[in-house]
């Protein structure tokens, strides 16, 4: 039988490495997404509002699928408003889809907020110890990846498909137009760096620059989601991905510094958020690209420096437990500094900053 997906999220960068990786292994993709960024060749486009229920089931009325993955999500002023909207995303889906087709299995892609808590109280209250572990359970806080997969699980009861939660942490990879990219703000902010001749500050708490943690490749996190959608072993089951290494970032900011050819900053302690630092960068980025004849002048998007502030600034170790994810058959690994580098020269090679 031919493996049928569509991916809600297509452009984002768990939906596109997704897409990448399942056409490469003979799936038929359809990516579902706003329609604001180019979808990966080959993947059959759907562009859908996905707050709006009438819409997705109008662009996923002539589609049938078996696999759905649902990597995206939409940001909201605070997490009621998360939790309504993100929840209603997740059924607007399901629904049409249940409608339509004889779905086997959905997976959905949260994170490590799931731990941590929702940016609105992140990283506040009664944290778990780490390495975190999917036994830990919910926290006791309104989190709308909570009632994201509520809404997963209602549906699946429903219509008899198999489910798969998948927890990364801070994502490594190719997206642009997403607004959660780590590695791509970094490669912006050392590129303005090295424009500007100014050292490379790491923006982050010290617990951050001492302490241990781990991320998860885009890469690595898609072929977790084919497994997990394919496998008996990971049916209605939740899972945390990660790459599989752990590093410190005082080691870590001086090899992306050596990369770019730049001055690793020493680190004082001071939290120095790059949002605060980083008011005339869109002004400079329109030079830097004229300058070296990149595709995009719009430094919005290619870099996030809220979200890289909020993963580097927090005030605790955070590393990750894959045993659950080991024991069941899943032991892909990509080490950490490569899929930097790795993601540094396809930006390269895309014209997205300089060679």
Known sequence: MSKKALIVGASGIVGRALAERLLSTGWTVHGLSRGRTASVPACQP????????????TATAGIDVSHVFLTAWSRQANE????????????????????????EHAALVTGLKHYLGPFEAYASGAVPDTPFREAQGRQPVENFYY??????????????????????????????GNA???????????????????????????AQWNGLTDMTDARLLARHLEWASTSKAARNEDFNVVSGDVFRWKTMWGQLAGYFGIEAAPFDGTVRPLEGRMQDAARQWIDVAAKYGLKEPDIDRLASWWHTDADLGRPMEVVTD??????????DYQGTPDAFFDLFERLKAEHLIPG
């Open 180 to 206: 959660m990219n780590m590695g791509q703000t970094l490669a912006v902010y050392a590129t303005l760096c090295r424009h500007n001749g100014q050292p490379f500050v790491f923006p982050g708490s010290a």
């Open 80 to 103: 009621k408003e998360n939790i309504r909207v993100n929840g209603a995303m997740v059924s607007n889906v399901l629904d049409s889809l249940g409608r339509i087709s004889k779905l």
């Open 322 to 331: 894959m045993t659950k994810s080991r024991k069941a058959g899943f032991l």
């Open 46 to 57: 759907i562009v859908a509002d996905l707050t709006v229920a009438d819409s997705v089931a």
């Open 147 to 176: 009632e994201q997969e509520d809404r997963l699980f209602e549906a699946a009861a429903r219509d008899g498909f198999t489910w798969s939660v998948h927890r990364p942490h801070t994502i490594i990879g190719f997206a642009p």
